[in-house]
């Protein structure tokens, strides 16, 4: 099948099931899944090979993981430690544990049992992570809780494949060498889904531990060349970076951020694998050391389709590759081998969680969302039978149920949501919020304008997202140790990435008009609950952020031309006082005619041609022409009458009379 | 001698029929300090510290308005609750202004009938006037008795207001010089202006 037909074929798969099965509720990761189990068979007979397809879609998990870094700023990171090596570490081990006791008591020999339950120990950080977001459940503290364990299983997968070649059986070695070749020929690269043509060669009979090379020199000198590689991507994150992108930047092309942020993430998983490390890790700490970066959003929003795209090739090709056949065969075996490993993993994940204090519905999130086996699980499985450790038949049975267990999973995220979540909610409504990592406010455009709005927040203490694309703007603003992105916030992209589904407020202060109407329009038309106050260039722009449905436009030279004005009167000699009511009587009477002209304008006839506008706004004219000529000014202020009877005299006689009156008039009715 | 300074509240100054000629008088006694509270915060926001500054370095404060609805108009309401503030002017610590006095120059539109039990207004102006009184007895400012102006927009009455007026700037050169008594006022009392011009060269 050529590639074109292939792409064609996984594309219509997805662009058709993803979207039923959101409406359904389902999440999109069970539609992908779906999609790929009905591909199975098309893809069958048209001889496609899914697993290869599968270890290049895995480096959708590579680029997730440098989001993910992204996101998590170093300091977060040390706060995590605890849940990372206490909870993640005993989450491993424990289940590992628990699996090869399961799996001696079924009769397996205990190598075999112990390499199955360093496979199952592993959750899918894919479907974790992209359901845990997509249901904004990524900063509870069950999220979090989850987020630490799979990061640790993550880094727990490089010793693992160190270990599994020790566990080799020799009387394995005849017939597996026979069998798992073809499906082994990836096993080399484990979690290196980058083709590089070392895999190949290294699969097969010897112990396949990363590129050939490492091999041959001693181990002093390799642990000397994975800190120095580790050394290089921190150190090259954080001070390349801004000059590679300054570089980059001189070329205005939007698409060579993209094709950069490419390079680099596709640089750190080469280099990683060249050491023998994980690209996974590799590229995550890339991400943290950029998290603190002004380019974290550019970069977040620029992977970010790569990495979907690739996690859903990923997904469907878990689901292609579920081999039914097998299943049928051996139906009630498989199905109980899964629901008994998710409900251990499950209850392990629970008592840990009852350890590590993650409360109420936060620890059924944990215990249920990473119950499945993972991704990692499929890439560890034809490692170990190429390094005959699990022989091919007992890895076929293992691969389905990790499988298996992945297509349950979006069920129990239903579960936890439908059931469980419901049944904490009020008991968990007298907690203290979570503090949100994203900052409430987004703030697009770092001038004059939104400047002064940024440096108000701030100061009242609240914590803000800065979007500009003005690249020297920018290095000032970070000299004064402002946080602040580039970024062309027209994208609606880069607004995601800036976190808009989280934001309470945005304010549009960039200079183009055009480009705040989209913003606008897009941001008002999409996320409802988001607050936006929009400058306002001149008065028909007013007009044009009212039709698109902004409330609270600003305009941006106005209150500035009404002081003046203000201090025009104090300078004539008014009273200040008197000086600040007329200008409020102004600034009253400007908004209503501005509001009243808003439903008239048009944006489709210019306004010299709107007839109803033109004649509404003759009329108040007049009006204010005609106040004026009767003396009273023509933004009269109506306090005055409050602050002296205009008669001159005192009507308290008169107007105590007619109360008392009146009373007597009411009692008489009573009566 | 005692430091003087006035506080002149009024909203409606341009529509003013006697509080401007008065604080207009009062700008012709040499020796005294003079706030225009409404020209000097118009927009409500007021320095507190410079403020209270003002307190310390003056003995004697007047506060000089219109009664709007029997109270203060709201600016200088607002200027008590800002500035006289807790540990400064009363509570723990709250010592500042101990020993000061207070001066009250209102004016009423009402006549001097209707501020009684008969009249439309049921209390003597004088009733009106306690707050400010507590106010001042709970800072140990010493209030003295105010000097007040009954039916200030009766045009006939125009005599009386500009006799008023004119002993204004006798009461304010009186509290300069030391000439008026600086002794807690006797309940339910008012100033007169013959009183004030009985004064004249004490």
Not at chain 1, 59 to 70: N, R, Y
Not at chain 1, 268 to 278: F, P, Q, R, T, Y
Request: net charge negative.
């Amino acid at each position: 099948m050529d590639f074109l037909s292939l792409a064609f074929l996984f594309l219509i798969a997805g662009v058709v099931a993803v979207p039923i099965a959101t409406r359904f509720g389902l999440g999109s990761v069970l539609g992908f899944l779906i999609a790929g189990i009905a591909l199975g068979p098309v893809l069958a007979a048209f001889r496609v090979d899914v697993v290869s397809l599968q270890h290049f879609a895995e480096f959708g998990v590579v680029m997730m993981l440098f989001l993910v870094g992204l996101e998590l700023e170093p300091k977060l990171l040390w706060r995590m430690k605890t849940r990372l090596l206490g909870l993640g570490g005993l989450q491993v081990g424990l289940t590992a544990l628990a699996v090869m006791a399961a799996g001696i008591a079924l009769g397996l020999y205990w190598t075999i049992a112990l390499a199955l339950g360093l496979v199952f120990a592993l959750s899918s950080t894919a479907i974790v992570l992209q359901t845990l977001n997509e249901k904004g459940l990524m900063r509870s503290d069950g999220g979090q809780a989850g987020f630490s364990v799979l990061l640790f299983q993550d880094i727990a997968v490089i010793p693992m494949l160190a270990l599994i070649p020790l566990l080799a059986m020799p009387e394995l070695m005849d017939h597996a060498t026979a069998v798992a070749v073809p499906n082994a020929a990836h096993g080399a690269e484990v979690s290196v889904p980058v083709e590089d043509g070392h895999g190949v060669e290294a699969s097969g009979d010897h112990a396949p531990e990363g590129p050939g090379w490492i091999e041959t020199i001693p181990g002093w000198q390799r642990a000397l060349i994975t800190v120095a590689a580790i050394a290089a991507v921190i150190l090259g994150g954080s001070m390349l970076t801004r000059p590679l992108f300054r570089f980059v930047a001189v070329a205005q092309m939007r698409e060579l951020f993209t094709a950069t942020a490419l390079l680099m993430v596709v640089g750190i998983a080469l280099l990683m694998n060249h050491v023998g490390l994980s690209p996974a890790l590799g590229t995550f700490l890339a991400g943290v050391v950029l998290a603190n970066s002004e380019y974290r959003h550019e970069l977040e929003s620029d992977i970010d389709p790569f990495r979907g795209m690739l996690l859903g090739l990923f997904f469907m090709t878990v689901g292609a590759g579920i081999d039914f056949l097998l299943l049928w065969e051996d139906l009630w075996m498989i199905v109980s081998l899964t629901l008994g490993l998710m409900v251990l993993k499950a209850g392990i994940l629970y008592g840990l969680g009852l350890i590590f204090r993650v409360r109420g519905a936060d620890r059924w999130l944990l215990s249920m969302g990473l119950a499945q086996a993972g991704e990692f699980g499929f890439v560890l499985l034809s490692f170990t039978t190429a390094s005959h450790v699990i022989p091919q038949s007992v890895a076929d049975v293992a691969l389905l149920v990790v499988a298996l267990s992945m297509l349950l999973t979006p069920a129990l995220f239903i579960l936890y949501d439908r059931v469980v979540a419901p049944r904490f909610s009020l008991a968990q409504a007298d907690e203290p919020d979570q503090i949100d990592e994203e900052a409430p406010i987004i703030i697009a455009g770092h001038g004059r304008f939104g400047g002064i709005v940024n440096r108000m927040l701030l100061g009242a203490g609240y914590r803000t997202v800065v979007l500009d694309h003005n690249s020297a703007q920018l290095r000032m603003m970070r000299a004064f140790n402002f946080k602040v992105f580039f970024g062309d916030a027209s994208r609606p992209d880069l607004l995601h990435a800036a976190g808009i589904e989280n934001a309470k407020l945005l304010v549009v202060a960039i200079d183009d008009r055009q480009q705040t109407n989209e913003i606008v329009h897009h941001v008002i038309q999409n996320y409802q609950h988001v607050h936006v106050i929009a400058r306002a260039r001149s008065r028909d722009h007013v007009y044009e952020l009212w039709a698109a449905g902004c409330r609270d436009v600003i305009r941006e030279t106005f209150d500035s031309g009404v002081r003046a004005g203000r201090s025009a009167f104090e300078a004539m000699g008014m009273h200040p006082f008197e000086a600040e009511r007329m200008a409020q009587g102004f600034v009253d009477h400007d908004r209503r005619v501005i509001r009243e002209l808003a439903d008239l304008y048009r944006n489709d006839i210019p306004i010299h041609e709107n007839e109803p506008y033109i004649r509404r706004s003759l009329e108040l004219r007049e009006e204010t022409d005609g106040a004026m000529l009767s003396g009273r000014g023509a933004y009269s202020v109506q306090f005055d009458k409050a602050w002296s009877p205009p008669v001159g005299r005192d009507e308290g006689e008169e107007a105590d009379e007619q109360c008392r009156r009146d009373a007597e008039a009411r009692g008489a009715e009573d009566a | 001698m005692p430091r003087v300074i006035v506080y002149y509240a009024h909203p409606g100054h341009r529509h003013s029929q006697s509080n401007a000629a008065m604080w207009k008088r009062a700008g012709q006694v040499e020796g005294i300090t003079l706030v225009d509270l409404y020209a000097e915060y118009p927009r409500f926001h007021i320095n507190i510290a410079k403020e209270q500054d003002r307190l310390l370095s003056h003995d004697v404060y007047v506060f000089q308005f219109p009664l709007f609805w029997y109270s203060t108009p709201s600016l200088l309401k607002e200027w008590q609750d800002l500035v006289l503030e807790h540990g400064f002017a009363y509570g723990k610590d709250g010592t500042a202004l101990a020993g000061k006095a207070m001066q009250v120059a209102v004016t009423a539109a009402g006549p001097e009938d209707a501020y009684a039990p008969t009249g439309y207004n049921r209390y003597p102006l004088r009733d009106f006037l306690r707050p400010l009184e507590q106010t001042a007895r709970l800072c140990c400012i010493t209030f003295l008795t105010p000097y007040a102006l009954h039916g200030s927009l009766k045009a006939h009455n125009k005599a009386h207001i500009e006799h008023h007026i004119a002993q204004y700037s006798n009461l304010l050169e009186g509290l300069r010089d030391g000439r008026v008594p600086l002794k807690e006022a006797a309940p339910g009392t008012l100033l007169a202006p013959d009183t004030l011009a009985g004064m004249q060269g004490v």
